[in-house]
């Protein structure tokens, strides 16, 4: 949960400012206080207490008509040298150009309000001044800068403490929100650890429910899970006394993050549910779309992925039609994980280019509206009590053109500022645009590799039932006919032709048994599987050395002192097999080598011929299947390959596999 987007607001304008003509302001229609204003045109102090009334009312609204008011205030209070009424219209102003986000105009008449505030020691214009600075740390927040904003808080719990402290909670509150930004948890604990204890003090439930669920989400934020349910539980009676829409969307939405971590799903979904009704009941955007993240992150974490799928594309529609684009960045990023639980690689790794672009898009927002901040905070900071209105004309001369030649140092020193983080910004968004490709590189590249581990492991157990099956199967058969075919030669009487044909099926059957036998063995060398790749290969090139096809040459170095596993093993002989093959088919060679050593954790293979030789590079352009299924058993073993050949000088192929 966050609050910074409420937090930085700190408009609060305490009861105490009233003037006692109209009463509570809160409870007046503006339009029954506009009748009152018109009523009483003289330019006196109870004009001033009417319009300051209408004031107070129509703050939050900063309706058109609110300024000429203020005006007209300080004009009258100028005339009466009427001291509150200036004290409140420079007040009003503060929060009137706050809410506006024009931050010079805010510090401008806050520096003035200030400067009225701090010379009058009644009670009124003390708590007038602790607001003041409450409010002027609001100014300072929406610009980043939380020290100062602190400062300020600090000065305003100090005089709480002295005239209200049942106004501390919300100070207290506060402060806790500047250190969370400035990442200083411990700090801000503690101050919300004081804010609940002086909500508890003040007797304010409302506020001691609000201060516990935001001490729960700092809690959450540093991982400490057990104490935030405990604190859940403590408060959750009051809670539930309170009927307060927005408390129970925090509350809920808190619970259901500390189940989630416990992986108690059902509680989880329970609780996220109830608060995403509540901010649907409450209408509030940004909090519908806070909620909806974390409940379809449970429900695909659960296995409801149905379910998940529809919150998904609620999320994702709504951040799209809000235009509230962190919450669209969430969006892809859970659809990208959905799809991938789905093994959905292709609509995976769509969201995932989406969220790229999008994050890229956000990085590139955020820097602009960065120095936008900094630009606003350097005119502020220069403008130290620019407008001191009680000062005469000369002296106002005079600070103008002293600020305006300040302001023009700062200016040049925010430029240089703004292009050291411009340069700066350009070379993370760079980075993070490398990162994320290399992510999706190697994401795919494992894809391949998996599909490539699981083809070979299937055609190595294919061929060897295969192999199993005609040895087996078929080789008994035959046999079995061999045999009943000799037993009965002894027993019929044939005539010498018909005795010479029984001779020669005998021998058609001894060949068609040889042949079985050869083409089992080529499937899966008996050899290999009983001992091994060393003793597979010597048996493989000397098979091909007897046919007379060609003179093959076998080595082998410390192959012996290693243990292979059978996949990787049947992988090698296959390749090995591929290339000795080539060499007869396409090199026209006469002799060949085959060696095989290891060294340092690698097992080299070399090949090499003595036939015709061939252009390499016309490597990248074949088509042929055996060459590719050389390359993707190399690929599969995270092997090197390096090929060399001269036209009739031969051919030679090393080989580079490491061993885990």
Same mark, same amino acid.
């Given at each position: ?17 009233? =003037? ?14 506009? +009748? ?15 319009i ?7 703050l ?31 007040? =009003? ?19 003035? +309000? ?52 049942? +106004? ?20 801000a604990m ?29 809690? &959450?934020?540093?991982? #400490? ?34 189940? /989630? ?11 996220l549910?109830?608060a ?29 992925l149905k ?24 969006? =892809? ?6 799809y991938m ?7 995976? #790794? /769509? ?56 302001? #023009? ?20 968004? /760079? ?34 039932r ?63 599987v ?98 590719n ?19 009739? /000088? ?8 490491? &061993?885990?």
């Amino acid at each position: 949960m966050r609050w910074m987007s409420t937090a930085q607001r700190f408009i609060i304008v305490a009861a105490a400012m009233g =003037y006692g003509y109209i009463g509570t302001a809160q409870t007046k229609v503006l339009d029954s206080i506009k +009748a009152e204003i018109n009523k009483h045109p003289q330019r006196d102090t109870l004009r001033v207490r009417i319009i300051t009334d209408y004031a107070r009312a129509a703050l939050n609204g900063n309706t058109s008509q609110l300024l000429p008011y203020l005006n007209e205030v300080i004009s009258i209070s100028k005339e009466l040298n009427y001291r509150k009424g200036l004290q409140a219209a420079y007040h =009003y102003k503060q929060i009137y150009y706050s809410d506006k986000e024009d931050s010079e105009n805010a510090r401008a008449y806050a520096d003035t +309000a200030f400067m009225l505030l701090k010379k009058d020691t009644s009670k009124f214009a003390v708590t007038s001044l602790a607001w003041l600075h409450n409010n002027v740390a609001g100014d300072y927040a929406k610009l980043a800068d939380y020290k100062r904003a602190i400062d300020h808080l600090t000065q305003a719990a100090t005089i709480f403490e002295k005239i209200d402290p049942d +106004a501390l909670a919300s100070v207290y509150g506060n402060i806790a929100i500047m250190y969370a930004q400035l990442l200083l948890p411990e700090r801000a604990m503690e101050y919300d650890r004081r804010a609940i204890a002086a909500a508890e003090k003040a007797g304010d439930s409302l506020s001691f429910a609000r201060r516990s669920i935001g001490y729960v989400s700092r809690l &959450l934020d540093a991982q #400490n899970f057990r104490e935030a349910a405990k604190i859940l539980d403590k408060i959750e009676p009051v809670v539930m006394r309170l009927d307060n829409n927005a408390t129970y969307i925090f509350f809920y939405q808190n619970r259901g993050l500390v189940s /989630k971590h416990e992986k108690q799903y059902e509680k989880a979904i329970s609780n996220l549910k109830k608060a995403y009704d509540y901010s649907l009941q409450n209408d509030n955007k940004q909090l519908e779309l806070t909620i909806l993240d974390p409940l379809s992150t449970v429900l695909t974490e659960s296995g409801k992925l149905k379910e998940a799928k529809q919150y998904l594309d609620t999320l994702l529609a709504k951040s799209v039609a809000f235009k509230i684009r962190t919450a669209e960045l969430n969006a =892809y990023n859970n659809l990208a994980h959905w799809y991938m639980q789905n093994k959905d690689y292709e609509n995976a #790794n /769509k969201f995932l280019l989406k969220k790229i672009s999008l994050s890229d898009s956000l990085s590139s927002e955020e820097m602009k509206e960065n120095i936008a901040v900094m630009e606003t905070r350097f005119k502020v900071q220069g403008k130290d009590n620019e407008i001191k209105i009680l000062q005469d004309e000369k002296e106002i001369q005079q600070l103008s053109i002293r600020q305006k030649n300040t302001l #023009n140092y700062v200016l040049f020193g925010g430029a240089a500022a703004l292009l050291v983080i411009l340069v700066l910004g350009y070379r993370n968004y /760079k980075n993070r645009q490398k990162l994320q490709l290399q992510r999706i590189t190697e994401l795919e590249t494992q894809q391949q590799l998996t599909a490539t581990e699981a083809v070979l492991k299937g055609e190595s157990q294919e061929r060897t039932r295969l192999a199993k099956d005609l040895h087996d199967g078929l080789g008994g058969m035959l046999s079995g006919i061999k045999y009943s075919l000799n037993t009965m030669k002894g027993n019929l009487v044939m005539t010498p032709e018909n005795a010479q044909a029984f001779e020669r099926s005998i021998d058609m059957l001894d060949s068609s048994i040889q042949e079985m036998r050869r083409v089992a063995h080529n499937m899966m060398p008996e050899a290999l599987v009983k001992f091994g790749l060393d003793t597979a290969l010597q048996d493989f090139c000397l098979h091909i050395s007897q046919s007379g096809a060609l003179k093959v040459s076998y080595q082998s170095i410390g192959l012996n002192d290693i243990q292979l596993e059978q996949t990787v093993a049947v992988t090698i002989y296959r390749i090995v097999q591929e290339l000795i093959n080539n060499s007869i088919k396409h090199a026209a060679a006469k002799t060949a080598i085959v060696q095989l050593s290891v060294t340092d954790h690698t097992l080299s293979v070399t090949v090499e011929d003595d036939g015709k030789g061939f252009d390499t590079t016309t490597l990248k352009q074949s088509s042929g299947i055996g060459w590719n299924n050389i390359e993707n058993r190399i690929i599969f073993l995270n092997g090197k390959l390096d090929i060399q050949s001269v036209n009739n /000088k031969g051919t030679s192929v090393l080989i580079e596999l490491p &061993l885990t």
